[in-house]
């Protein structure tokens, strides 16, 4: 359907093609999207976005995976010599366009490193140039001082409006403002929003009147001192003031949050000299040195200086560490607080299966499992689990340094990381309880045989969190290890301490035992997405019926296409209502035939809940194109559209053709082939694979 956050989407994109450190655009869609080539090229004609300067191409797939590689490559390679034969030019400061952020603040934000920021902002104005302060809810309590110094009535009621506006959205689901503060920032002395609201204002100097109020990812035409409507979530907004038209980041951070955008160079501002200390290959400014004695004035001078230099082409700490991050204001799903009530007070599922219909005898068949604490998988990884965005590109550098040396050789298929988007910056309702309990779906998942949790530092989920929360639950926290960016001292020395620990893991990982054993100790994720014959949902009632019956673990997603037809569930289930059994991303506590929730019709989120409750193997009936897999949980995926097996046969595992009463055989085989390592999913071998976590009906960012 039509996401709500339609309009911030389409600004976003469009502000990214256009933007000036672009040199090429290549625009890649399915055809089918809410947000397709096609929308975003009129959004770009529709509101005047310069993109005829810029090198640029609409792809839409419609071959296979491995082609459609090669057609971009090639797209690609001829923008190359283009690209490489820009120079240099002197311009102007007046060229300057500051987005102003702060993450992982401390009580010290408010008095060294957002002043720091709002002086250098301030020069850069009196150049000519343009300075964009954004996350609304984090003004909060701090409106009086924004509007003290503002151009006129207008603007400060234009400013008023998007705070109000924040506030009610928050209450459509079940949020306030208040639940914007990180663990971070209340260790640090933010113990509210009016507290952190009165720091992150210092974001704009005395001197500098507020001059513009835009909504997200709106493009700033003018000079001057601009707020820009976004939520608190420093990713988020940092993609909307790149929309806008930023060509500069200041990120101010207390905790020292090590964030970094692809192409747009980030000037990284630490408020304390001991913090600056600890993570002095991460930051580039110490205005902690504020603190002891520099005046503001000398500092300002020499960011300023950095600045010029960082605009000029040499690199910030962060384009020299090489990794970034983007996450654009994601979508919300309640439009008004009409259904609140009910979906507080809705009762979660039972997590008892549901009975299936005696018929056929149980499977007479074996895979090759792998010994694990008294039970079998189907296969053995190392996983390398972020707590929040911000760690998730440093878990999979991680995980791939892990997988070059070889640390797991023998003992472990491979490492695996699994970025998402969440961790900190949302609320509402069950959001947090969502991304927990998919979390430590995927942490005790039989396919898991060692973890390790990866915290950037600030993250409302970090780590000592989850070491509370898997206690609670009764498992040792002593069975995963457990890193922090920010605590280890930066990226080099999180990575040595995270290849330590695999190197010790790994050691104590008894050698393979391999044995013959039956289905019960599967668990699979089967689903259907698009129109399904009778004769291929009955073939898929057929492989459930017999897992099941055998001992397996089967999860049905509710989202599932096949649910609907009588073919499906009449000779496996009857009459008998179907109702989800398992919330998103619950673990399958009992074998069994579940069905789970699906709060949202994004495939990926559902293959992301698919692999919490447990499931070792992914199967999917598609029609049209195919999906993405999941990163760690391998994903078949099968048809019986015969136009889908023309144009896309190279990727697909089993097309279903012949006679249909065969079909069901066919399945089973290739599950157990999977199960026992013989054959790898055509798009998961090829690296064609996603995760993210879903946010739920009541989610929210902030």
Known sequence: ??????????????????????????????????VNNQRVQRFLAEHGYPLAAV????????????????????????????VDAATRTEEPLSELKIALQCGGSDAFSGVSGNPLAAWVAREVIRYGGSANLAETDELIGAEEYVLRNVRDLATARQF????????????????????????????RGLYNIAIKSLGAAMKRDPQVRLDYVIGYGERMKR?????????????????????SGCNMIFFVTGNGSITNFPFVPTIKIVTTTGRYELLSREMDV?????????????????????????????????????????????????????????????????????????????????FDGLARDGSYAADRIGLIMPTSLCAGQIARKIADQLNRKEIGRGRLSRFVALP????????GGANEGIVTRTVLGHLTNPLVAMALLLEHGCEKTHNDYYRH????????????????????????SVTRKAEEWATAAVAHLPEPRHAAVGPKYLSLGISSLGPITDEAAAALAWLIGTLVR????????ESATFLAQSAFRQPLLGDQPVAPTLAYGQAAGISGLHVMETPTDHWVETATGLAATGAQILLAHIAGHPVLGHRMVPLLQVTSDQAAARRYGADLDLTLEGAPVHWGDQLLDLVIRVASRTYVPRLHGQGNTDFQLTRGPLGVST
């Open 1 to 34: 359907g039509e996401p709500n956050n339609v309009e911030f989407l389409l600004r976003t994109l469009a502000g990214f093609m256009a933007h000036p450190n672009v040199g090429a655009v290549l625009a890649v869609d399915e055809g089918d999207e809410a």
């Open 55 to 82: 090198p640029h191409h609409f792809l839409s797939l419609g071959e296979g995976f491995q082609a459609s590689l090669t057609r971009g490559e090639a797209i690609i390679a001829e923008w190359v010599p283009l």
């Open 160 to 187: 008023l409006g998007t705070i109000e506006r924040f506030r009610e959205r928050l209450g459509w689901h079940g949020a306030t403002a208040e639940g914007n503060p990180s663990g971070g920032n209340n260790l």
């Open 223 to 243: 000079p001057g001192y601009y707020f820009m409507d976004s939520p608190g979530n420093d990713l988020e907004s940092i993609a909307g003031q790149v929309a």
């Open 286 to 366: 110490n205005a902690g040195a504020y603190l002891d004695g520099t005046p503001m004035d000398e500092l300002g001078g020499e960011m300023l200086d950095l600045t010029v230099e960082v605009a000029s082409g040499a690199r910030s700490v962060g384009e020299r560490a090489g990794h970034s991050q983007v996450s654009i204001w994601r979508n919300w799903q309640q439009r008004d607080g009409g259904n609140l009530d009910r979906l507080r007070q809705a009762r979660p599922p039972s997590g008892e299966p549901l009975p299936v219909r005696s018929g056929s005898a149980p499977a007479d068949v074996t």
């Open 420 to 427: 998402h988007t969440e961790g900190c910056g949302s609320a």
């Open 469 to 492: 929360t898997v206690a609670d639950l009764g498992v040792d926290p002593l069975r995963f290890g457990w890193a922090s960016v920010q605590a280890d001292g930066g990226i080099e």
């Open 550 to 557: 055998s001992g397996a673990t089967v999860v049905i997603p």
